[in-house]
């Protein structure tokens, strides 16, 4: 069973870089036709989708986000990582990351890590 673990700070402060990393276990990031992927659901409102990796390593952002986004892998460590830059209160959220493949018909999700932005 693959089972994903956000870690990261919960408080970052306005105009700071927001840095998560998932851990990946039971399966491998560079499975062929999986993708890891980023959400994130602010208080009170939907989910939003942020971007991914595939497993090849080719990165995918929110158009509306990219800017601000980047996500990178370590495959030595098997984790995927965010970083979101010049944060403001409204990036204030929990933050998920995912996982799967629409071929296999998989889909994995962490527990989630609520990142506060507040100075």
């Known amino acids: 069973q693959v089972q994903l673990q956000e870690s990261g700070p919960g408080l970052v402060k306005p105009s700071q870089t927001l840095s998560l990393t998932c851990t990946v276990s039971?399966?491998?990031?560079?499975?062929?036709?999986?993708?890891w992927s980023w959400i994130r659901q602010p208080p009170g409102k939907g989910l939003e989708w942020m971007g991914a990796i595939d497993y090849d390593g080719n990165t995918y952002y929110n158009p509306s986000l990219k800017r601000y986004t980047s996500i990178s892998r370590d495959t030595s460590k098997n984790q995927f990582s965010l970083q979101l830059s010049s944060v403001t209160p409204e990036d204030t959220a929990v933050y998920f990351c995912g996982g799967g493949s629409s071929r296999y018909g998989r889909e994995y999700w962490g527990q989630g890590t609520q990142v506060t932005v507040s100075s």
């Open positions: 039971g399966g491998s990031i560079t499975t062929n036709s999986y993708y």
